[in-house]
């Protein structure tokens, strides 16, 4: 009985993790589904000996960090203009442009440009 009991317990949780999963926060196209943009992804930009990151996620969500300093929040693009807004009252909107592979923004009247970071895989065959 206790056996059951356990099984019908992990059963519960493991479908309460799929659900959890299948509706996590994506942009949605048309028909409703959820999809990430082209542009989310991660950018890295590099200034004064250190390297800054920029994470553009699905749900128009980011992180930027800027050495010590971090931000989280929402991001909205606009025929090129990115608009970074803070999840942290007070924090001022960090305005941008994209292009599609290059991020530039001035934070704290210093201007940066982000490239977005992408990964190559190369395989050979011999014979």
Do not use: Q
Not at 48 to 76: A, C, H, Q, R, W
Not at 93 to 103: Q, R
């Amino acid at each position: 009985m206790k056996t059951k009991k356990l099984f019908l317990a992990l059963l519960i949780m493991v479908i309460a993790a799929i659900s959890v999963t299948a509706v996590a926060c994506k942009r949605e196209d048309d028909g409703g589904n959820k999809v990430e943009g082209p542009e989310t992804g991660i950018y890295y930009s590099y200034a004064e000996n250190d390297e800054y990151i920029l994470s553009l996620f699905g749900g128009n969500k980011f992180t930027l960090v800027i050495g010590e300093k971090n931000m989280t929040g929402k991001y909205k693009i606009e025929s090129g203009a990115l608009t970074l807004t803070s999840s942290r009252e007070g924090d001022a909107a960090i305005e941008g442009t994209h292009d599609g592979m290059n991020i530039t923004l001035t934070y704290e009247n210093m201007p940066l440009k982000f490239w977005k970071d992408i990964k190559y895989s190369v395989t050979f065959k011999t014979e």
